[in-house]
Structures are given as C-alpha cells and as structure tokens.
C-alpha cells in the first residue's frame, strides 16, 4: 500500500521581507560611519586653512618618524598659538528702534508729585504739553505704585499709588504717559539684598555720592527691571525711559560675570551687554523702551568708556534717548544726534531735557 504524503505536514518556509533587509544594511552603514568617526578623530589636523585628515599610510617619508619599535607616527610643525579674547564689537548690531515716532513734548513730574492731583497740577502749568514723564522710581530704589515682583515684595521697595489708575485718566484726555525708572542706582535693593550690589575690588557692597549700585551683569537684577517695565507695560504706560543706565565714575569695581566669563567685563560691555538683552526680552511689550543718556562723552563721541554709555548702540535698540541740554542748544544738540541715527527721525528720537523754558525743538520735557 503506498504512504500517504498527505500525512505530513510541512511547515511554511519564512520570507525575509525587504524592509528588514534594507533596515539591516542601514544600521550598518550608521555603525560603520560611527567607528569610522571616532577611529579616525586622531588624524584630524586643525590649520588655518580649515580641517584636514592626515592619515599615516598616505603621508610622505620625510612628514614621518619611525621608533625603536618600528611605529611609525606623523611630525608635525610645532605653532605657538595664542587665544585673544577682545571686546565685542557693537558697531554691527542691527538698528531695531525708533521708527514711527511722534512728537513728545512732555512736562516732567518728579515721584513725589505722582499722584492724581499732582500730575494735573504740573500739565496746567505747562499748556503746550501733550505728554507727562512720571518718574516712578528713583535713586531710593522705592517705587511709586505696589508691584508683584517676588524682589520688590520680598524686600520692601513697593509704594502705594494707585498708578494704573493715574494713568488711565490721562490716556482718555489723550495725553502720552511716559514714566522714568532709575536701573543701577538702589539704595533699597542694594542695601536689603547684598548679593545683587555691585561690589569693590575688596568685595564690598559699592556705594558713591549718587548712592548704593546694582551689578548689571547680575542675571537677577537684569530680570527685576525687565519685569518691573512689563508692569508699567501693562497698566497701559506708552514709554518707559531707563535712567541711571551707566556705571559709576570708578575703577576696580568687580562684575557678577567676572567669576563666570573668560572675558572681563568692562563698563561698556557691561552697559551695552544690558541695552541688548533687555531691548530683545521687552520687544513683545506694548511700551516703547527709551533711555537717558547722562555722559557728554557718549553724546559726543559715540561710547563713553568710564560709564560704559553708548549712544551708538542706544539708538539702535531704545525707541528715544533723552540727554540734557539748554534750551538755547537744544536745537544743536539734536543736529548732532543724527550720525547716530538708523531709523526715524532724528527729531523725534532725540529728547532734551531742559529746565525752566522748553526749547524750539520737535520734542522736548521740560524739567522742574
């Protein structure tokens, strides 16, 4: 009786499917090109021209040397090299400020007077104004209205004017609230918080005639003032000019970012280092973002090394700059400012600040 091949069952012969083969062949090329990577960073060579790969087997006779146990190994010239670590150059910072300004002519109203009843004393006292400048924090580092930062709460800074309200009332008269925030000069922060203050080149707390001094470099005191400018921002404030942007009139101070850079801060770097990064952290703000200038030197010829003032890099990445100025050179002044000007005009960029009679100038404030 012939077997039945039925009986057995053969099993189905499993196909290697093409993905698979081509997943395989994948990781392989990967894992060869990673060895290939790492077995051969040795014979990368670095030269002016770029990188090289200098490989044994292909090098002449005379660019090798042979041990006493016949390994072979490349000669190289020996280059003395040296790091240069200079200052940064701002003059290619791109201009992103001042455009589609209007006049300001504006009456200044010193911290004390920020109240309802003072402000629209001092707007009727001055007719031709269209603007007031507030100033709502001073050297005492006090502000005038009560504000939510963790620094201003925890260490005793916060005022009591209702000032969002204030400046409700002038926007709907259509008045132009600009206010006035001293940056560096502290006397509440820098005393109360010792770890944000400048310090000497014995590590003590730096103070001047003008004051108690916040370090510029310190990443926590960058971050209060961005955070205060978002506030004035939000109660509705049109522009917040920086006053006390500088640093003092000293030598040997010692930078937060000294310890941490391989460059050493200067006052410049430490001054224009702020300009940018708060320019860029408050551009989504509504505020316009000015600053005032207080060194002639800057104004003349651009930086002013000692206080780190740098009318150049200021009119690139601050809306307006305000600089004092008699009014019978406030005209002069302002021609002057127009080599530093990108964007805008140069008439409504630059501010003087003039006091007991507002100049023949486009903008001005008038000061008490």
């Given at each position: 009786?012939?077997?039945?091949?039925?009986?057995?069952?053969?099993?189905?012969?499993?196909?290697?499917?093409?993905?698979?083969?081509?997943?395989?062949?994948?990781?392989?090329?990967?894992?060869?090109?990673?060895?290939?990577?790492?077995?051969?960073?040795?014979?990368?060579?670095?030269?002016?021209?770029?990188?090289?790969?200098?490989?044994?087997?292909?090098?002449?006779?005379?660019?090798?040397?042979?041990?006493?146990?016949?390994?072979?190994?490349?000669?190289?010239?020996?280059?003395?090299?040296?790091?240069?670590?200079?200052?940064?150059?701002?003059?290619?910072?791109?201009?992103?400020?001042?455009?589609?300004?209007?006049?300001?002519?504006?009456?200044?109203?010193?911290?004390?007077?920020?109240t309802?009843?003072?402000?629209?004393?001092?707007?009727?006292?001055?007719?031709?104004?269209?603007?007031?400048?507030?100033?709502?924090?001073?050297v005492?580092?006090?502000?005038?209205w009560?504000?939510?930062?963790?620094?201003?709460?925890?260490?005793?800074?916060?005022?009591?004017?209702?000032?969002?309200?204030?400046?409700?009332?002038?926007?709907?008269?259509?008045?132009?609230?600009?206010?006035?925030?001293c940056?560096?000069?502290?006397?509440?922060?820098?005393?109360?918080?010792?770890?944000?203050?400048?310090?000497?080149?014995?590590?003590?707390a730096?103070?001047?005639?003008?004051?108690?001094?916040?370090?510029?470099t310190?990443?926590?005191?960058?971050?209060?003032?961005?955070?205060?400018?978002?506030?004035?921002?939000?109660?509705?404030?049109?522009?917040?000019?920086?006053?006390?942007?500088?640093?003092?009139?000293?030598?040997?101070?010692?930078?937060?970012?000294?310890?941490?850079?391989?460059?050493?801060?200067?006052?410049?770097?430490?001054?224009?280092?702020?300009?940018?990064?708060?320019?860029?952290?408050?551009?989504?703000?509504?505020a316009?973002?000015?600053?005032?200038?207080?060194?002639?030197?800057?104004?003349?010829?651009?930086?002013?090394?000692?206080?780190?003032q740098?009318?150049?890099?200021?009119?690139?990445?601050f809306?307006?700059?305000?600089?004092?100025?008699?009014?019978?050179?406030?005209?002069?002044?302002?021609?002057?400012?127009?080599?530093?000007?990108?964007?805008?005009?140069?008439?409504?960029?630059?501010?003087?600040?003039?006091?007991?009679?507002?100049?023949?100038?486009?903008?001005?404030?008038?000061?008490?």
């Open positions: 009786m012939a077997s039945n091949n039925q009986e057995f069952y053969r099993g189905k012969r499993k196909k290697t499917g093409p993905s698979l083969i081509i997943t395989i062949i994948v990781l392989a090329v990967i894992a060869f090109v990673v060895l290939l990577f790492y077995g051969l960073q040795k014979y990368i060579v670095i030269t002016n021209d770029g990188l090289s790969l200098e490989l044994p087997i292909l090098a002449d006779e005379g660019e090798t040397q042979v041990d006493e146990e016949g390994n072979i190994s490349r000669v190289f010239e020996i280059v003395d090299a040296e790091l240069e670590i200079g200052e940064p150059d701002y003059s290619n910072v791109k201009a992103i400020a001042g455009d589609n300004l209007s006049e300001l002519k504006a009456v200044h109203v010193p911290a004390a007077s920020v309802a009843d003072g402000v629209d004393r001092y707007l009727s006292a001055t007719p031709d104004a269209n603007a007031v400048l507030l100033d709502v924090k001073t005492t580092g006090m502000l005038v009560e504000s939510d930062t963790d620094i201003a709460k925890g260490y005793g800074a916060n005022g009591t004017v209702d000032l969002k309200s204030i400046v409700s009332s002038l926007k709907e008269r259509d008045i132009y609230v600009a206010v006035r925030m940056c560096f000069v502290d006397n509440t922060i820098a005393s109360r918080y010792a770890q944000l203050a400048l310090r000497t080149s014995a590590g003590q730096y103070s001047d005639a003008n004051g108690a001094w916040l370090d510029p310190n990443a926590l005191v960058r971050g209060y003032i961005c955070d205060l400018c978002r506030e004035l921002s939000k109660m509705g404030v049109d522009e917040i000019v920086l006053l006390g942007m500088r640093m003092p009139d000293a030598e040997g101070v010692q930078f937060a970012s000294s310890s941490s850079s391989s460059a050493e801060s200067t006052p410049v770097t430490a001054i224009s280092g702020f300009a940018i990064s708060a320019s860029r952290n408050l551009r989504s703000m509504s316009k973002l000015s600053v005032q200038v207080t060194s002639q030197a800057a104004m003349e010829s651009g930086v002013d090394s000692v206080t780190g740098n009318a150049e890099l200021f009119f690139k990445v809306d307006r700059v305000y600089c004092s100025a008699e009014a019978g050179s406030a005209a002069g002044t302002v021609s002057a400012a127009e080599r530093y000007v990108e964007l805008g005009d140069v008439n409504m960029r630059l501010v003087p600040m003039c006091s007991g009679t507002a100049p023949e100038t486009t903008s001005w404030v008038l000061m008490e």
